[in-house]
């Protein structure tokens, strides 16, 4: 459950934006328009308006339903985290739903037409698109036509910094789902055009470079106010970018990808006391500023009552309850009867290991069927209910207060020890062990989970990131860097469509362009195998 000042000015930054371009809808009294010139004139505008851009993480329109930002589809499933989720987890050995709609995900038999490639796609520029208007009007030229001095143009520049990072962040997921993609920045004039496709390569180095502009200019790590980006945040992207510049880019970077991990890693993060903690609705209190043990570097917000979506964690905690379970027990009102898991995640738990959280009584291990809820065990990871063991704050039990997190230190503790093993220099291997063991201790609540040194192997790696940070949103990018994703190397149930499990066409480690952005841009082209 969280109080932030962020989360207060949630609606208000919507209401700033709706100004901007739907007065009519909203029945403003009186009616005018409020343009970009006159909206950053006041600099107490700047502040919701940046609320709107964290906010498109979260949100979906001006309200939980019935106001969308986008439409063309279900509002609910197009929340930004929803449908990042649905690419990078669906498409696994993590994560399966009864739904027949988010089948061709699961099977890995999507394509340019799947609406849920498409909803990310168009998610993702949106963001992109707030972050282009903020960072537009508020270049050094129109903070100084706009008459924002002093500690305000301090303040201004901090905000220019952190959706640089936002944007920076969007790329990156675009980099990494489809690859070859449009491409627009503030220097773009406002209207309509058709952008030009950037390559993957070129979206690395923007992205690379974005993130590298930002970094002097970011808050310090753990400084910042509540689940706003600081350097850590960008730390992180860049070690991820850096860990999959081989898929990205065909270079080796694992000495890049040490020497930022460990920038995180000795930024004073710590880890929490206990795993099941951080997805409870109050697990705020492991990223705030200032708050000892601090785990989570950087999350989305959601809160029963102001940042109410039907994506995110709702989705997450609904969709993986059922009739068998007592929904109250995880602080909600009913379930969803739909996420599951496969045997194969099953398979990787010890009955000892903490992070075993799932759902066994009314449940077959195997699935026979992706449609029948009953086949395959849920994951109860996450829960409405605070760490004192209340319910979240919505009264009716529907939105739940737990934020989501995207980036932890637990991840930076794996991405060096994956990244030392790949041969990255500056890394020290004993160290590398101490931090997977660290993890380790925190599962099983003593020292009888600890690996050796000669047990710490690139296959130990990647099962340990399927017990720590499994629907978390990381998985689809983890297999691929491993090469299993696609590959016959390794089957999960229903992988290809089939109840065994096959390998599938390479070319399916990128997402198709959208059928629809093709037919709109004439300067785009598909990824290959569409």
């Known amino acids: 459950m969280t109080t932030n000042i962020l989360k207060k000015m949630v609606l208000a930054g919507v209401i700033a934006f709706a100004v901007t371009s739907c007065t009519d809808d909203l029945e403003l009294t009186p009616k005018y328009e409020v343009t970009s010139a006159s909206l950053y004139k006041d600099f107490a505008n700047y502040k919701p308006v940046l609320a709107k851009v964290y906010g498109g993480y979260s949100l979906t329109g001006l309200k939980s339903d019935g106001a969308p930002d986008l439409s063309g589809f279900d509002e609910g499933k197009s929340n930004y985290i929803r449908a990042f989720w649905t690419l990078q987890e669906l498409s696994t050995d993590e994560a399966v739903i009864a739904w027949s709609d988010v089948f061709p995900v699961h099977n890995m038999n999507w394509n340019s037409g799947t609406e849920a490639v498409r909803m990310m796609y168009d998610r993702i520029f949106y963001q992109v698109a707030l972050c282009n208007e903020f960072l537009r009007n508020t270049t050094d030229a129109q903070l100084a036509e706009n008459g924002i001095t002093g500690n305000n143009l301090e303040e201004a520049k901090k905000y220019r910094a952190e959706v640089r990072f936002l944007r920076a962040m969007s790329y990156w997921h675009a980099l990494d789902l489809y690859g070859n ?67 990205y880019v065909g270079q080796d970077r694992n000495t890049d990808a040490v020497t930022y991990s460990k920038k995180v890693i000795d930024a004073g993060f710590s880890l929490a006391p206990q795993y099941k903690n951080l997805f409870q609705a109050d697990n705020d209190r492991f990223a705030r500023q200032g708050a000892s043990p601090q785990e989570i570097i950087l999350p989305v917000v959601f809160d029963g009552n102001r940042t109410r979506s039907y994506g995110g964690t709702t989705f997450l905690i609904h969709g ?25 995640i099953i398979d990787l738990f010890s009955t000892a290991d903490s992070r075993a959280i799932y759902h066994t009584a009314g449940h077959t291990k195997e699935i026979e069927s992706i449609s029948n809820f009953a086949n395959g065990y849920p994951l109860n990871k996450y829960t409405n209910v605070t760490s004192d063991g209340k319910p979240g704050s919505d009264p009716g039990l529907n939105f739940p207060d737990t934020d989501y997190p995207l980036f932890r230190l637990a991840d930076a503790y794996l991405m060096y020890a994956e990244a030392v093993l790949r041969d990255g220099a500056g890394g020290d291997r004993a160290m590398a062990l101490g931090y997977v063991n660290q993890l380790r201790e925190r599962a099983f609540g003593n020292v009888n989970g600890n690996i050796t040194d000669a047990q710490l192997t690139l296959d130990f790696i990647l099962a340990e990131r399927a017990r720590e940070l499994h629907w978390e949103g990381h998985r689809r990018t983890d297999l691929i860097r491993f090469g299993r994703f696609t590959s016959a190397s390794y089957l999960w149930a229903w992988k290809g469509g089939v109840e065994a499990g096959r390998g599938v066409a390479d070319y399916r480690r990128l997402y198709p362009i959208p059928a629809s952005d093709l037919a709109a841009n004439p300067n785009l082209k598909q990824n290959p195998g569409y």
């Open 181 to 247: 993609v449009p491409f627009v920045t503030e220097a773009d004039q406002v209207g309509f055009f058709n952008p030009t496709q950037i390559s993957r390569p070129e979206l690395f180095n923007f992205v690379e470079s974005e993130l590298k502009a930002v970094e002097a200019e970011l808050v310090a790590p753990r400084q910042n106010e509540y689940a706003r980006a600081d350097k850590a945040a960008a730390w992180m992207v860049l070690a991820k970018l850096y860990l999959n510049a081989q898929v």
């Open 320 to 344: 993986s309850l059922g009739p068998e379970h007592n929904a109250a027990d995880y602080g909600m009102n009913g379930g969803w009867g739909g996420l599951r898991t496969t045997p194969e």
